[in-house]
């Protein structure tokens, strides 16, 4: 399949996640609103370097449809795009007037619903501890924590929304086992959690520190 490609630095797009975007160069207004007339997907993969070329583009990305579109000034936009299914390029087609490419999907390998059961629940339930350190920092909105029910589809949120670099995700993207990325996520889960408990003591010690008044400076 002829995909035309988005690339862009430090952004790595997983499937099943919604992505705002907002557009405003000439050769992407042309590709989003072809894609919208023709209602086929373009491929967001991630631009590793300065430049483009075909050394600098990602060779796996997510093919992402515009689910929404609030036209702006000039051409410009603001659209909503949402990640369907990975792919990995086979040959590029050149970058005029976008850069496009031959694309293969593909998806994870089959491993043992146990397996991919146990591994999924102790990812959701870190997940849910560090959301609830999470609001001990800053108020979040009062709403139920849903969390995909799939374990590649936990594999993937979870993937999107840590704060890792982007190399680091893009690797994660690359995963064929799903068991692979989700034990990769806990690893990171696990830094994440240790760090908000770091963050959550020192903010509970803060107000006692500054009500003491003497701090034991000398005069």
Known sequence: M???????????????????????????????????????????????????SEESIAVVGVSARVV?????????MNILCAGESRFRILRFHGSVPYWSASVEFFDDVEEPAAEL???????????????????????????????????????YMVSYVLDIDAQEKQRLLEMTSTVERLEAVLSHLRDAVAQLRRQVAQKQIAPKASGNGDLGLPH
């Open 2 to 52: 002829r995909i035309p490609l988005f690339p862009l630095p430090n952004l790595v797009l997983f499937p099943n996640v919604m992505l705002p975007l907002h557009i405003f160069e000439e050769r992407y207004k042309q590709m989003i609103n072809t894609c919208v007339d023709k209602a086929e997907p373009f491929g967001l993969v991630q631009l590793l370097g300065s430049e483009e």
């Open 117 to 155: 059961t146990a591994v999924h629940d102790e990812v959701a339930e870190l997940y849910r501890r560090a959301f609830e350190l999470s609001t001990k920092l800053r108020p979040l909105p009062e709403e139920n924590l849903a969390l995909p029910d799939s374990p590649v589809g936990l594999s």
């Open 68 to 76: 929404q579109v609030e036209s702006l000034e000039e051409g410009r």
